[in-house]
Structure formats: C-alpha cells, structure tokens
C-alpha cells in the first residue's frame, strides 16, 4: 500500500511522525482484532512500511471536499447549503458553467460523476442484490457488529463527543445511517444522479464540515489524534459496511460464494471512493477486506469512558423506537435480541469493553439453523433467489419506513448539518 496525499492537514509544519494514537495500546488492540485473526489466511501483519503509512494516514483529511468545506464556511451554511443542494443535482458541464457554482464545487461534482476505470457495473448491481437479499437481519448486523463493535475504538469516538453527537442520541444516528444503506443498495441507487448517490457526496460533505470545524477548534489534540475523520478512519468505517457486514452475517448462519462476497466489496469499494477514501486504502476482494481490518484495528487506540456512553446509548436504542403497536414489548425484546447478537459478535470482553450487561447468544443460534436452509435453497435452487430478494427487501423497506418516521420525530429528515 503505498501512502496518500496530506495537502489538506492545515499545520504549520509537516508532520514527520504518526498521531500518538497509533498502535497506543497494542496489546488490547491485538486482543480486540483476535477473533479476525483466525479469519485470515496467511500472515496479516503489517510491516514497517505499511505500519507507517498507516499512521501518516491519520494526518489526511479529503483536500477535495475540505476545499468546499472552507467555502461553504466562509460563506455561511444557511447560504451555502441551498447551493450545494441544487448544485448536486446538475451535471458536471452544468455545474462548471452556472457562474453561482465555485470552482470547488464544479471540481467535486465533475468527480463523482465520473465513473473510475475500475468500476464493474454488473458487479456493483450483484453487490446491491447480495445485501438487498440479506433482509431484516442485514440493518441488525450493521447495527451490532458494525456501528455497536466500532464504540471500541475511542479516538474516532471523539470526533462524536465534540460534535455533540453523544447528546443528540444513538435513535437519529441510526435511522440516518438506515436510510443512507438502503439508498446505496437500491438497484441503481449508486448511478450519478440516484439518491443514494447524491446522499454519498452529502455524507462526505458533511464529514469535510466537521473536519475543517474541529481542525480550527482549540481543544482538538491534533498531536495526539490526527486530522478529525481522516483517511485511516474512513477506510474503517467502509471496511465495517463491507468486510465486517459480510462476517456478521456469516456468522449468523449466511454462506455467500466468492463471487457474491466480492461482489460486495467492489459495491463498497465505489462508496469508499465517493466519499473520499484514497484508493490506496480500498479493495475489491473479501479476504484482502479482511487483511485491512485487521491491520486497521491494530492502529486504533482502545475503548475508554466514550465507548461505555456510547455502548449504553446505543443499547437503549430500541426502547425509543416508534413502533406502530406493542412498544413496550417489542422494544425490550428488540434490546435483548440486539444484546445477545453483539455478544456473539464481540464476544464477553467486547461487552465489558462498552459497559454493556451479561448476555448469552441465544438469539444469533436460532437463527443459525434457518439462515443456512435459506442460503442453501438458494445455492441448490437458483429460482428461489429472486423470491428471497424480494422477500429481504420488503423487510428492509418496512425498516425504511420505520426509520423515516423516527427522523421525522427528531424534526429530520436527512443526514445532513
């Protein structure tokens, strides 16, 4: 892997060394990575160069988006915004002659709209298939072993506790990651011009605002923690919707061929590469996915204080759903079911890790026996696929719905400032 551009860290002089984060506590993050380990073949290990790379990575924000950032800061966000909105809906040729659209802008969208040479249209549309057949249980996996299991790693934590995101509550943030998945794995979702394409370049835009803000914030700790939502975390945050999904749902009993798991990968690797993650830090394969993560969690610096508030957060979040019928119930057999999944996932240290109670994985082993029936009858019977599809994504849009109305309860109705 070789290093990324650092244009976009604003400090007076380069940085010569990695973030005192990086591989802080090596032990604990060895024995948070353990259970991958024996997922991956070969030796995974980094070496003197990757390891370095890796931690200059922490410096690298997104010079691209960053520049708008700056821009719509200047300017002020409730003039800015609008602007951005429209300006997101042209094309690139529109864009760069609408004399209202800055030059970052009009670069950032020509960007996004041109399609890299590597990108598989069938590949991605297979990718969408994929998850889209993984149902109810694909928004949960997500949940627990992705957003739940990620509390560990408390440096990129902090970039939530100073953006008062601990405070604004685990419900919103889930139901805005909800809707942004399911728009990314809408057949064609992912097409210039597609909700869930629009809705990537508006994540990432947001991600640069909170970088810039925090990067001129006084109490940001640059030295130890880097450039806020750098390089190194997002590749963890698009390994935890790629590898780690993809583990979760093995684990729960799922069997995927090769084909199919990296068809989710490359699915993945072109939302990486729209919201700004350097190709260096992407892959198009699972098992390499794996490598990646692994290496990734050596770096992080291990759970402290934010990881129990956002665990017990998190974990509460189900007693706050809007249920058509039978809150109460529902919402605590929605916690306990969620409990157990992490717990089979994480395993009892993860758990003690995020403050979280005793659970037992009683839920992840009922599911094991059907969820293995189900991807076998799909494997045996190829014209039972489209039938399951459909039948996972009706669940999934029914979460959909769910999660819109929670947006609407907080007075939101988009994951944007």
């Not at 821009?71 to 690139?92: F, H, I, Y």
């Not at 350097?278 to 098992?287: I, T």
């Not at 610096?301 to 039978?326: F, T």
């Not at 039938?387 to 979460?399: E, I, S």
Request: charged residues 20%; hydrophobic residues 45%; contains cysteine.
């Amino acid at each position: 892997m070789g290093t990324s551009p650092r244009d976009s860290v604003a400090l007076p002089v380069a940085p010569q060394q990695p973030p005192r984060r990086h591989g802080a506590d090596l032990k604990r993050s060895r024995a948070m990575a353990a259970r991958l380990r024996w997922m991956i073949d070969g030796d995974p290990e980094p070496d003197a160069s990757d390891w370095q790379a890796m931690g200059m990575a922490l410096w690298d924000g997104d010079p691209l988006a960053d520049e708008v950032a700056a821009w719509m800061l200047a300017q002020g966000g409730a003039r800015a915004w609008p602007l951005v909105q429209e300006a997101l809906g042209m094309d690139p040729a529109s864009a760069a002659q609408d004399a209202r659209v800055p030059g970052c802008l009009a670069r950032l969208i020509s960007r996004v709209h041109a399609r890299p040479a590597w990108l598989d249209e069938a590949r991605l549309r297979r990718g969408a298939r994929v998850l889209q057949t993984s149902g109810r249980l694909g928004t949960m996996v997500l949940r627990d072993a992705a957003l739940m299991a990620g509390y560990q790693a408390s440096a990129i934590n902090q970039t939530l506790l100073r953006t008062g995101q601990l405070q604004r509550g685990a419900p919103q943030r889930i139901a805005e990651t909800a809707l942004w998945w399911l728009m990314c794995t809408d057949d064609g979702g992912l097409n210039p011009g597609a909700p869930g394409h629009v809705m990537t370049v508006k994540v990432r835009l947001m991600h640069a605002l909170v970088r810039v803000r925090l990067q001129r914030a006084p109490d940001w700790d640059a030295a130890e923690l880097g450039v806020p939502i750098n390089q190194l975390d997002m590749q963890a945050t698009y390994l935890a919707f790629s590898a780690v999904q993809l583990l979760g749902l093995r684990m729960t009993g799922d069997i995927f061929s090769r084909q199919d798991a990296n068809a989710v990968m490359h699915l993945w690797r072109y939302v990486g590469w729209l919201m700004g993650v350097d190709e260096c830090w992407l892959c198009d394969d699972e098992q390499t996915g794996r490598v990646l993560l692994y290496r990734n969690l050596l770096s992080q610096a291990p759970s402290d204080a934010s990881s129990v508030a956002l665990g017990r957060a998190l974990m509460d979040e189900p007693l706050s759903r809007p249920y058509a019928w039978g809150a109460r119930w529902r919402g605590r057999w929605d916690r306990a079911c969620h409990l157990s999944l992490v717990r089979w996932f994480i395993g009892g240290q993860g758990m003690h890790n995020l403050g979280l109670p005793a659970a037992w994985p009683w839920y992840p082993l009922l599911l094991w026996g059907p969820r293995c029936l189900r991807s076998l009858s799909m494997r045996l019977l190829p014209f039972t696929r489209p039938w399951w599809r459909r039948w996972g994504r009706w669940q999934q849009q029914a979460f959909r719905r769910a999660t819109a109305q929670a947006l609407n309860e907080h007075g939101l109705t988009r994951p944007v400032p």
